[in-house]
Nanobody, 126 residues
Framework: QVQLVESGGGSVQAGGSLRLSCAAS????????MGWFRQAPGKGREGVAG???????KYGDFVKGRFTISKDNTKNTLYLQMNTLQPEDTAMYYC????????????????????WGQGTQVTISS
């Protein structure tokens, strides 16, 4: 079992930055992937960024170089640095973990992940 707790969400103006954190109860159980997803009101959940155990990362097309996913092994924490935020980035952001192997091409598929955090709200004003 893996428990995930997100933090770092908030309200900022367009052009601002936020860093989301995801504290995991354990990462030794994770031998595949970790990711960030988001869901805006009335929309489906979409993949923001995914990171394979070997360090390979994948980002949603809408990221366009603005976000960076990283992991601090000493703190069992996953991060998402978000820069140049826009109103369309407003959503609930979720951290997720997959404990079994998968393909790099599936890193942004929510169905591939089996543990989820409760989410942290990000609101960007224009």
């Amino acid at each position: 079992q893996v428990q995930l707790v997100e933090s770092g969400g908030g309200s900022v103006q367009a052009g601002g930055s936020l860093r989301l954190s995801c504290a995991a109860s354990r990462y030794d159980y994770v031998n595949c992937c970790m990711g960030w997803f988001r869901q805006a009101p009335g929309k489906g959940r979409e993949g923001v960024a995914g990171r394979h155990y070997d360090g390979t990362t994948k980002y949603g097309d809408f990221v366009k170089g603005r976000f960076t996913i990283s992991k601090d092994n000493t703190k069992n924490t996953l991060y998402l640095q978000m820069n140049t935020l826009q109103p369309e980035d407003t959503a609930m952001y979720y951290c997720a973990v997959r404990t079994g192997s998968t393909f790099y091409s599936l890193l942004l598929y929510s169905s591939e992940y089996n543990y989820w955090g409760q989410g942290t709200q990000v609101t960007i004003s224009s």
